[in-house]
């Protein structure tokens, strides 16, 4: 399908990059109140309220005609994408804060080339192996060197670098997978789809947890919602449309990369509003892992 204006897909995954490294900072602020599991089903039923809204606002009815498997694959995407990847990331985020996260969340470019290079044919650069082992270096970086006085412990930040590595697999495979659908149907239509699909996943498990009272509580009216909605309306809303947008009018692998500048807005907001330590080791994994960036796109 033909974008509206040259360069719009591009344009989308930068101002994707920009809402969600402000929306990354806000999760940060309401993870210290709510459990990743409570935030991120309370951020995809925000989300998912509001894009059934839009169907009427632009004119389109979310009832449309769509092969079977091409839904099951929409849902499948929505499960693993927004449902368990998201709840990965904001453990990542809680134990390794936004100008941590920052750096794991380079693997998800990376991950996208090479997801992309399998299920959709697209170019790998023989730049991409080296630029991949740069991106890696820079998120074991801080792991393996002691920093003294640094503000977040080794042993979290081998976790939060586990469970944001997984975040970033889950996400890139479950956007490579439907890419060829989204110039088959509607962007807002497949969204919702996957944003409900999500959500739904949340749902279950909220319901089968032992603190299931606890997680079901953040839908009271509370003080964190004051940082919880405008987090969910960037995240789950804003966000999630220019980011798919970004990948039906763009290239999987340019896409990604220009997603990959929220790295930079996040370690600067970070320090920033969240007082967060950087070291000299998150400088250089933080430039490592752009300069990692950079080569696997070209």
């Not at 897909?9 to 994707?16: A, D, H, R, W, Y």
């Not at 495979?173 to 890419?179: S, T």
């Not at 999630?240 to 907001?269: C, E």
Request: with cysteine; proline share 5%; charged share 10%.
């Amino acid at each position: 399908m033909t974008p509206p204006f040259p360069y719009f897909g591009e344009l989308c995954s930068v101002s994707t990059a920009i809402f969600w490294g402000i929306a990354v900072i806000l999760f940060k602020v309401s993870g210290l109140k709510l459990s990743p599991l409570a935030l991120n089903l309370f951020k995809n039923s925000i989300g998912f309220a509001l894009l059934l809204i839009t169907f009427p606002l632009i004119g389109q009815s979310f009832w449309v005609k769509a092969a079977p498997a091409d839904v099951l694959l929409i849902i499948v995407s929505g499960v693993v994408g927004i449902g368990i990847s998201d709840t990965l990331f904001l453990r990542a985020l809680n134990l390794l804060g936004a100008s941590g996260v920052a750096i794991v969340d380079t693997l998800y470019s990376p991950s996208v080339i090479i997801f992309a290079f399998y299920f959709l044919g697209e170019k790998l650069s023989p730049l991409a192996a080296v630029g991949a082992s740069l991106i890696l270096s820079s998120v074991l970086l801080p792991m393996l060197v002691q920093v003294k006085q640094s503000d977040i412990p080794r042993a979290d930040w081998i976790r939060g670098t586990f469970w944001g590595a997984l975040a970033m697999l889950t996400v890139a495979w479950a956007i490579v997978i439907i890419k060829p659908l989204l110039n088959s149907y509607s962007l807002v239509w497949i969204t919702t789809v996957r944003m409900g699909s999500g959500t739904a996943i949340l749902l279950v498990f909220a319901l089968l947890h032992p603190g299931r009272k606890s997680i079901f509580s953040v839908f009271r009216p509370q003080a964190s919602w004051r940082v919880a909605l405008p987090a969910s309306f960037l995240g789950a809303y804003v966000c999630l449309l220019f980011w798919m947008a970004g990948f039906k009018y763009a290239q999987a692998g340019t896409a990604s990369l220009l997603n990959q500048t929220s790295i930079v807005i996040m370690a600067g907001f970070g320090v920033l509003f969240l007082k967060e330590q950087f070291n000299w080791a998150k400088g250089l994994a933080l430039a490592l892992a752009f300069a990692g960036a950079l080569l696997v796109i070209l």
